[in-house]
């Protein structure tokens, strides 16, 4: 069975901290994953995508990277700001079996 | 480009009724996802098309729930019987090839079964 884990369910850090979030797979035959973030009450926003054959993705603050052999991917938050406070999550791709982690709270405090 | 659409963006039905939410995916995507989502919880896939086939449909859909996708555009996402562990958001997105398939999420429709 495919699952997903983010683990920390729940993340508090000081403003400017760097965030580091966990992503973790067990399907190996991995398309992509995709990173999200998604405020309360509100759809999903998608930050960045990493298909199989790359290592990681890069948009100004974020980095995201996928190590197929650990079934591991990390998202990478540089000097978070209050306004990054927001649950993310990961969505992988394997094949037609499309399942998202729990998502990981964050709250970054000023 | 409008983004991902979904209608009604809030629904409350009494038990035992049946409800149609709709969604409209980006122009030109010919994927389209459902998904539903409870407080607290990841999103769950439900079933996805490409263009107007369903290729995949989840188990954990049972048979009150049905999807169509009829000119590969629009999708509407049936429940009949609704019943109160149905309340829950539900999310549509959509992707193109092209593009790795990344997906785009609209606003989602919440349903309250009372």
């Known amino acids: 069975k495919q699952e997903v884990t983010q683990i920390p369910a729940a993340l508090s850090v000081p403003e400017g901290e760097n965030l580091v979030l966990n992503c973790s797979f067990t399907d190996s035959a991995i398309y992509n994953l995709q990173w999200f973030r998604q405020d309360p009450g509100k759809g999903l926003t998608s930050l960045l995508l990493?298909?199989?054959?790359?290592r990681e993705q890069t948009s100004g603050r974020l980095n995201a990277s996928l190590d197929k052999s650990s079934g591991r991917s990390t998202l990478y938050i540089a000097a978070s700001q209050p306004g990054d406070s927001a649950t993310y999550l990961c969505l992988e791709a394997a094949g037609n079996k499309l399942t998202f982690g729990g998502g990981t709270r964050v709250l970054v405090k000023p | 480009d409008t983004g991902v659409s979904q209608d009604p963006r809030h629904k409350i039905t009494k038990r035992g009724q049946n409800v149609t939410f709709r969604c409209d995916p980006i122009?030109?995507?010919?994927?389209l996802y459902w998904y539903r989502q409870t407080l607290g919880q990841g999103p769950e896939f439900l079933t996805y098309f490409q263009n107007e086939a369903q290729l995949e449909k989840s188990r954990l859909l049972s048979d009150r729930f049905s999807a169509e996708r009829p000119k590969g555009s629009f999708s509407t996402l049936e429940i009949q019987r609704t019943e109160q562990g149905d309340s829950a958001m539900y999310l549509c997105?959509?992707?193109?090839?092209?593009?790795?398939?990344?997906?785009?999420f609209g606003p989602g429709t919440r349903l309250t079964v009372t």
């Open positions: 990493i298909q199989s054959s790359q």
């Open positions: 122009s030109e995507h010919n994927r």
């Open positions: 997105a959509s992707s193109l090839a092209e593009s790795s398939y990344e997906q785009y």
